[in-house]
């Protein structure tokens, strides 16, 4: 079993839709929980990060945890076509060192 | 605009060949890591550092080293190409974990590959 599981996709919805993107885990030890788009032939960028069960929300995306049910989510409201990108989820152990583990990554389109 | 600078995008090499890939970050980060990026696979992480001259061997080290003379540039090593090595290599660099503007900045990526 994966430490993280990501559904790869691809999710294709409607412009103006509300995105779900999920990540569950197996490791209570993780601490930190983040996200990253990743646009085609380009680099991850970070979109979200967060240390705590509960919600963040930064404009048009929150990001929830909840660590009782080792879960996390990616909620993208209005979604636009520029949200079309890749997403992975990513989480730090801190075992003595930080060792970060991130998702596969879901391919999501958002058609216009 | 804070950057981590790949020195090439796409390179093709030989079977055989020695490879050097350049990683250089302008953040100050203590924090610097080479990972390789497969369809259906993700991201693997090859080598990290966490200090200038120190190297740790991440998930799939074998084929691979690093060198970090310098806190800004951290370089990966393919010291005999292999088909199997051709990739996207992600070089990125990080703060330690904890502060509020903690995460990865990643380079753009080196597609390589090898024939």
């Known amino acids: 079993q994966k430490e993280v599981e990501q559904d790869p996709g691809p999710l294709s919805v409607p412009e103006g839709a509300i995105v779900s993107l999920n990540c569950t885990y197996s490791?209570?030890?993780?601490?930190?929980f983040m996200w990253y788009r990743q646009y085609s032939r380009k680099g991850p960028e970070l979109l979200m990060y967060?240390?705590?069960?509960g919600n963040k929300e930064d404009g048009r995306f929150t990001a929830q945890v909840d660590k009782s049910s080792k879960y996390i989510s990616l909620f993208i409201r209005d979604s636009q076509p520029s949200d079309s990108a890749t997403y992975l989820c990513?989480?730090?152990?801190?075992?003595?060192?930080?060792?970060?583990?991130f998702g596969a990554g879901t391919r999501l389109f958002v058609k216009a | 605009d804070v950057k981590v600078t790949q020195s090439s995008r796409y390179l093709v090499k030989r079977t055989g060949e020695k490879v050097f890939l350049e990683c250089v970050q302008d953040?100050?980060?203590?924090?610097m890591f080479w990972y390789r990026q497969d369809p259906g696979l993700g991201l693997r992480l090859i080598y990290f550092?966490?200090?200038?001259?120190?190297?740790e061997k991440g998930d799939i080290p074998e084929g691979y080293s690093v060198s970090r003379e310098k806190k800004e540039r951290f370089s990966l090593i393919l010291e005999s190409a292999s088909t199997n090595q051709t990739s996207m290599y992600l070089c990125?660099?990080?703060?330690?974990?904890?502060?509020?503007?903690?995460?990865?900045?990643f380079g753009s990526g080196t597609r390589l590959t090898v024939v």
């Open positions: 990125a660099s990080s703060q330690p974990p904890g502060g509020v503007n903690y995460g990865y900045t």
């Open positions: 490791n209570s030890a993780f601490q930190y």
């Open positions: 967060t240390y705590s069960s």
């Open positions: 990513a989480m730090i152990l801190n075992t003595g060192g930080f060792k970060t583990i």
């Open positions: 953040m100050d980060h203590e924090n």
């Open positions: 550092s966490y200090d200038v001259k120190m190297k």
